[in-house]
């Protein structure tokens, strides 16, 4: 089966200090790993996706993760945390339906609340 | 823009009294998505339908039904709410077809509490 782990449920960073919000994930094949972002009370909002290509990829409001195969790892980072970056964030992985219908289903980890002090 | 939009945005029924949620989208995707999302909880698939066609995920319960009269709308129908019901129901949309790495636009969500 094909899934994700957020190892950590809350992550706190100061102001203008670096952050990472971890993901690894297990699937077979080539994986497809997105981030999504959600503020309370909110839908998800897409961050970033790594589907092919360079291992270092860039999103919106400033987010890149790094796709490590070796360490099956996709963590989200960014060089300097606002205030207003603190929400739950997803990561998830597609698990595809290749039935040529081209649907599939999502599956998320758990979700990390990342806290930044101000 | 063109977005996904939920309405209403909360909801109360009351206990065993059906209930209607929709969604509607401006993206033209084949694809709807209805996910159930628990508090501090990731979301949870319910179903998902790529164009007309309906795909149920098998631990869905039967309480829940869903309907897509058009490209443009999906609902979700819960015939007897329970209490343990209540949760954020989240509607998502992609493009179908060869685009496998095409990501899921998400509504606001509909927060749903049952009395």
């Known amino acids: 089966a094909q899934s994700v782990a957020q190892p950590e449920d809350q992550v706190n960073v100061a102001e203008g200090n670096p952050l990472t919000v971890k993901c690894t994930y297990s699937v077979s094949g080539n994986p497809y790993l997105f981030w999504y972002v959600q503020y309370p009370n909110r839908g998800l909002q897409f961050l970033l996706k790594y589907i092919t290509g360079d291992n270092l990829v860039k999103g919106s409001y400033g987010f890149e993760a790094e796709f490590n195969k070796s360490q099956t790892s996709f963590h989200l980072k960014k060089p300097s945390a606002l205030v207003s970056d603190s929400a739950l964030y997803f990561c998830a992985v597609k698990v595809g339906l290749y039935s040529g219908a081209g649907s599939y289903q999502l599956t998320f980890g758990k979700g990390t609340k990342l806290s930044v002090i101000p | 823009d063109a977005m996904v939009i939920q309405n209403p945005r909360y909801q109360v029924t009351q206990f065993g009294k059906p209930v209607t949620l929709s969604c509607s989208q401006t993206l033209n995707h084949n694809v709807m998505y209805w996910y159930q999302q628990k508090s501090s909880q990731a979301p949870k698939l319910l179903f998902h339908?790529?164009?007309?066609?309906?795909?149920n995920e098998a631990d869905t319960p039967d309480n829940f039904q869903s309907r897509r009269p058009n490209t443009s709308f999906c609902f979700l129908d819960i015939r007897s709410p329970g209490l343990g019901d209540a949760a954020m129901y989240l509607c998502a949309t992609s493009r179908g077809g060869q685009g496998k790495g095409n990501e899921q636009f998400f509504g606001p969500g509909t927060r749903l509490t049952v009395l």
């Open positions: 339908y790529y164009d007309k066609d309906f795909n």
